[in-house]
């Protein structure tokens, strides 16, 4: 009972009512509703509330911070769903409706009663609590009518309609926090121009009795913040850049100053489609930010990346701590743009241009998720649909179709065209008969036939407005009872494959506007100052490809973009090279340019990527593959098997006096002559080895024949640690068909290292 005693000297002040509730009043009310939460007995709570009641039942002042007890004791669990709050400021603003207080204190209860609802599960419906926080909107529009520039009337509006996630009250919001901005500017100018200059007097200038106003620093950059947040949401870029860098420069001090800065960063890396100075100031300040431990901040920047980032990498968040923070953050977007082929920061960039454009268009208005068993995924994101998330991991889909099926609920199909094998997504809104669904709220399903209303809808229509997407859909109209079957099979395994990716990766693909046709292959062998090497070979056919008039014929501009990354991927090392191949004349039908990229690769097992780019508009992604490196030392290990066939090869002096020819094509035609040539470390000076080369063929059930075709066995000494050799292989003996060159080499001890490649023979055109 003796903690609410303390705040009983707070009754004792004078509770004379003054017409629309005069600033004098505030201070005192502000301390009293501050010293309540110190407050943990509800019953000295329940006291103090009755002691208003009795003693002030007529005085509205009184009855203000009777509603201010009731609100406390509705947090602490004694009145849950702040009924008493309610009733009591409900009754408030009736008597004194041009009170900004009473008005906020209500919002701040019918917050508390929103928060009960949606916590109680037999509260039943997709919106629960929503309209209560429109009433709590609504009661924040009415304190800042009665006095705008009322602060925290205006930072839990702007938290109330951000947090509601509807367009429709940004707009509305946004204007009322420009004018609180305006009001409290104005404010603060006069009272800096009616304040006491240094010289005078002390007794001009009394010190309040009632005590310090709340900081005005911090007031003016919270409302700044709040403000550009809404600036943001609306569309209104320019506003919000400018509200945030007024909070920079009025939040002198952390955590205040890091949030500004992190904000503007947002918003700046949201509408920078190029590295500029705009953008490398926002890049500082992103990473400047992070490296501030406050909880707020730290919260700010795991948000952020929750969407795309996975367990291991936000729990590596969680740990880092002041400069490791920045640290870690630089590597994780560094590691996605090269990964991505791309330059360093864009992939944070269009990170945020992502997030912006889903916070506008994919906003989740429901505030329960009801799942059904048609549902492929279960995110759980309370901000997003799966919709959302889709775009923010993978970006602006390459064909997005919204058809109109009689029947079906809203649906839609997405495309997204990759090196690797396109993804094609289904998002559904509506119900179902097992329950769950909305109709503002879109979910991924495996297949067209799990869409909500599939099967009221016409099967022919369903299909036939997925048939531009793949040709599966018509095999499965038209095709008959088991072929059909087969074709609905393969859908749904197309469908479940993509929603496994999409939802477990994320990607920022290069796309051309046109796409050249081209063949490559990275094959490690040889080494440079002791560092091993990777040579990426390349060759590009005519098609929509431009060359250049030089004085001895044409050139063609070519950029190559290659990296190398680890299982978790991490770049181990990248390339990003322009060069300029010389013709005497343009390509012809059937010619290809022929190109080379050395690449130093640590030892070790590797994916890599390569996007080669002819001119401004013409590319293309190449799919995926692995390389295999064999670290230095005693052991007998193999480089890679480099083949080369002399009219489409790039040349490579493995020493001065060595040529080494290096193909990107794995096609050779019949009778034709292909040199080998391969690498072998660990080997003994002056020791004999045998070399066994063999092409068996590879038989229907992708398995090579136990018996080669080709067969060659060389016995030689080593001439020193490492032995170099070239082979010719005839291939006037082989059939077309796919065949697997191994080479084995053998050591005096019994080692023994060997490799093998793939090849295809194939009939000399005429």
Avoid: C
Wanted: overall charge neutral; aromatic content about 8%.
């Amino acid at each position: 009972m003796t903690r609410w005693l303390l705040a009983l000297p707070l009754l004792a002040a004078p509770l004379a009512r003054l017409p629309g509730q005069a600033p004098s009043d505030r201070p005192a009310l502000d301390r009293f509703h501050d010293s309540l939460a110190a407050v943990h007995d509800t019953a000295a709570l329940r006291s103090l509330r009755h002691e208003l009641a009795r003693r002030h039942a007529n005085d509205a002042i009184s009855s203000l911070r009777a509603g201010y007890v009731a609100l406390r004791m509705a947090e602490l669990g004694a009145d849950p769903d702040a009924g008493d709050a309610r009733a009591e400021l409900a009754r408030l603003t009736k008597r004194e409706p041009d009170w900004p207080y009473a008005w906020h204190a209500l919002a701040l209860a019918e917050s508390r009663r929103a928060a009960h609802d949606r916590a109680n599960k037999l509260e039943l419906g997709s919106r629960v609590g929503a309209g209560t926080l429109e009433r709590a909107l609504d009661d924040e529009r009415r304190a800042l009518a009665a006095d705008p520039a009322y602060v925290p009337a205006a930072l839990t509006l702007a938290d109330l309609a951000l947090g509601l996630r509807d367009t429709a009250f940004y707009a509305g919001a946004r204007d009322e926090l420009r004018r609180t901005d305006a009001a409290r500017s104005h404010t603060a100018a006069r009272e800096s121009a009616a304040a006491p200059g240094p010289a005078s007097a002390p007794g001009d200038a009394p010190a309040s009795e009632t005590g310090p106003a709340p900081a005005p620093v911090v007031a003016a950059a919270e409302l700044l913040l709040a403000r550009g947040r809404l600036e943001r949401a609306s569309g209104e870029t320019d506003s919000a850049v400018a509200a945030f860098a007024r909070a920079v420069a009025s939040a002198a001090a952390a955590p205040l100053a890091s949030l500004a800065r992190l904000e503007l960063a947002r918003t700046l890396l949201a509408s920078g489609a190029r590295r500029d100075a705009t953008s490398a100031r926002a890049e500082f300040d992103y990473y400047a930010a992070a490296a501030d431990d406050d909880s707020s901040v730290v919260a700010g920047f795991r948000a952020d990346l929750a969407p795309i980032a996975t367990d291991a990498e936000l729990h590596a968040l969680d740990d880092a701590r002041g400069s490791a923070r920045p640290a870690f953050l630089r590597r994780f977007w560094t590691d996605r743009d090269r990964a991505e082929l791309r330059q360093d920061g864009e992939r944070l960039r269009e990170h945020y241009r992502r997030l912006l454009y889903a916070r506008r268009h994919f906003a989740l208005t429901t505030t329960r998720r009801y799942y059904g068993g048609a549902d492929a995924w279960r995110s759980g994101s309370e901000e997003l649909d799966d919709r959302g998330l889709i775009y923010v991991r993978h970006g602006e889909p390459e064909t997005r179709l919204r058809p109109f099926v009689f029947g079906l609920m809203p649906n839609e199909t997405w495309r997204y065209g990759r090196a690797d094998g396109d993804l094609l997504l289904h998002f559904s809104a509506g119900y179902d008969e097992s329950g769950g669904g909305d109709l503002y709220d879109y979910r991924l399903v495996e297949s067209v036939l799990d869409l909500r209303g599939a099967s009221d809808a016409p099967r022919d229509q369903l299909l036939l407005s997925r048939q531009p997407l793949s040709p599966v859909y018509g095999r499965m109209l038209n095709w008959g009872q088991y072929g059909a079957a087969r074709a609905r099979g393969q859908e749904r395994g197309i469908g479940a494959a993509s929603v496994e990716y999409g939802t477990t990766t994320d990607s920022y693909e290069l796309r051309f506007a046109r796409r050249l046709t081209a063949y490559a292959d990275l094959v490690a062998v040889g080494s440079r100052g002791g560092v091993p090497l990777a040579h990426f070979v390349f060759a590009i056919g005519p098609a929509e490809t431009t060359p250049q008039r030089d004085a001895g014929g044409v050139s063609y501009p070519v950029r190559v973009r290659l990296v190398a990354l680890d299982a978790a991927g991490h770049a181990v090392a990248h390339a990003d090279t322009a060069l300029g191949l010389a013709l005497r004349r343009p390509l012809l039908r059937g010619q290809y340019l022929i190109g080379r990229v050395e690449l130093p690769l640590p030892p070790g097992a590797w994916s890599w990527r390569a996007a080669l780019q002819q001119g401004d508009s013409a590319g293309v992604v190449l799919p995926r593959d692995s390389v295999t490196l064999s670290p230095p030392g005693p052991a007998l290990a193999l480089s890679d098997l480099a083949l080369g066939f002399r009219p489409a090869s790039a040349r490579w002096l493995a020493t001065p006096a060595d040529t080494v020819l290096l193909t990107p094509f794995e096609l050779f035609p019949e009778g034709s002559q292909v040199e080998l040539y391969y690498e072998a470390g660990g080997a003994r000076p002056g020791e004999a080895y045998r070399h066994e080369i063999g092409v068996f063929r590879v038989r229907g059930d992708d398995r090579a024949e136990d018996r080669p075709v080709v067969r060659l066995r060389v016995e030689e000494r080593s001439a020193g640690s490492v032995i170099r050799t070239h082979r010719t292989l005839q291939l006037t003996r082989l059939k077309p068909g796919r065949y697997v060159v191994e080479v084995k080499l053998t050591g005096p001890d019994g080692q023994v290292a060997a490799r093998r490649r793939e090849i295809r023979v194939v009939k000399r055109a005429r």
